[in-house]
């Protein structure tokens, strides 16, 4: 226990905290983004909401969730605290800002996009998980993203969003490709692919989402979205 400890007050130690929790959220992000592409069965939501209702109802996935949360919440904490720690032993700032070797540039950007990533989490669980799960809602859950997404600027930010998520993304991988040691010749086209596949296929899977339905999903119950399609721009 004080070994482990101890190996959590290194920044190595944070390092692998940050990179095995990030791993997790990845996967869970695959399993969000698998579960989400339901959304587009074209049946009304009949698919999605059993879906919903196997995660809801399931006492494992309910206690993968704790696991989850406890993983963002680990990941966030030692990424701001390495960030601190590595401010404090700098001795002095960089004059050039150069992307590729300026360390402290590209430090203070990861924090910024983490930080976003983070803000983007409170807007999407308070819009999605809260009222699903812990306040209450006559809405089911196609209905309520059918809703939200009825909204073209919460779509747009959305987009942002995930833009900014794929960047993180990009950026994690090559830190925690570093931080295992995976920095390697013989696999690099591998590792290059699984890269490539979270930090641009999967944030452009969950941007279709918005997208989708915007344009080809009529949301009867908003009227925003009746003013937009009838002005063509919200109003
Ligand atoms: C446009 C794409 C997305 C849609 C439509 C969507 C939809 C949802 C919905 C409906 C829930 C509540 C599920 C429930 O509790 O019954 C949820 C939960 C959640 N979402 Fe998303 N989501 C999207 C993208 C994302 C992204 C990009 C992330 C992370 C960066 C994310 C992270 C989470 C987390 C952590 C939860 C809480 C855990 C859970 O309920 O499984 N989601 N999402």
Same mark, same amino acid.
């Given at each position: 226990?004080?070994?482990?400890?101890?190996?959590?007050?290194?920044?190595?130690?944070?390092?692998?905290?940050?990179? @095995?929790? /990030?791993?997790?959220?990845? =996967? !869970? #992000? *695959?399993? &969000? %983004?698998?579960?989400?592409?339901?959304?587009?069965?074209?049946?009304?939501?009949?698919?999605?909401?059993?879906?919903?209702?196997?995660?809801?109802?399931?006492?494992?996935?309910?206690?993968?969730?704790?696991?989850?949360?406890?993983?963002?919440?680990?990941?966030?904490?030692?990424?701001?605290?390495?960030?601190?720690?590595?401010?404090?032993?700098?001795?002095?700032?960089?004059?050039?800002?150069?992307?590729?070797?300026?360390?402290?540039?590209?430090?203070?950007?990861?924090? @910024?996009? /983490?930080?976003?990533?983070? =803000? !983007? #989490? *409170?807007? &999407? %669980?308070?819009?999605?998980?809260?009222?699903?799960?812990?306040?209450?809602?006559?809405?089911?859950?196609?209905?309520?993203?059918?809703?939200?997404?009825?909204?073209?600027?919460?779509?747009?930010?959305?987009?942002?969003?995930?833009?900014?998520?794929?960047?993180?993304?990009?950026?994690?991988?090559?830190?925690?490709?570093?931080?295992?040691?995976?920095?390697?010749?013989?696999?690099?086209?591998?590792?290059?692919?699984?890269?490539?596949?979270?930090?641009?296929?999967?944030?452009?899977?969950?941007?279709?989402?918005?997208?989708?339905?915007?344009?080809?999903?009529?949301?009867?119950?908003?009227?925003?979205?009746?003013?937009?399609?009838?002005?063509?721009?919200?109003?």
């Amino acid at each position: 226990m004080k070994s482990l400890v101890s190996l959590y007050s290194s920044s190595i130690g944070k390092k692998i905290v940050m990179g @095995l929790t /990030g791993l997790f959220l990845c =996967l !869970f #992000l *695959v399993e &969000h %983004l698998a579960g989400n592409l339901l959304l587009f069965a074209n049946d009304n939501g009949h698919l999605y909401e059993e879906y919903s209702r196997i995660l809801v109802s399931n006492p494992i996935i309910r206690a993968i969730e704790i696991i989850l949360f406890l993983s963002l919440a680990g990941h966030a904490l030692s990424g701001v605290v390495l960030w601190i720690q590595n401010r404090r032993a700098r001795p002095q700032k960089y004059k050039e800002f150069r992307l590729d070797e300026n360390t402290e540039l590209a430090s203070r950007i990861t924090m @910024l996009g /983490g930080s976003i990533v983070f =803000l !983007f #989490l *409170v807007v &999407h %669980l308070s819009s999605f998980f809260f009222p699903l799960r812990i306040t209450g809602t006559p809405m089911t859950a196609y209905e309520l993203v059918r809703e939200k997404f009825s909204n073209p600027w919460f779509g747009l930010f959305y987009l942002v969003a995930l833009v900014i998520l794929g960047y993180h993304l990009k950026h994690g991988f090559q830190s925690a490709f570093q931080t295992f040691g995976l920095v390697n010749k013989r696999y690099k086209a591998l590792l290059d692919a699984v890269a490539f596949f979270f930090w641009f296929l999967l944030p452009a899977g969950f941007g279709s989402i918005p997208v989708y339905f915007f344009f080809f999903v009529k949301n009867t119950a908003s009227p925003l979205v009746l003013r937009t399609l009838e002005h063509g721009w919200p109003v």
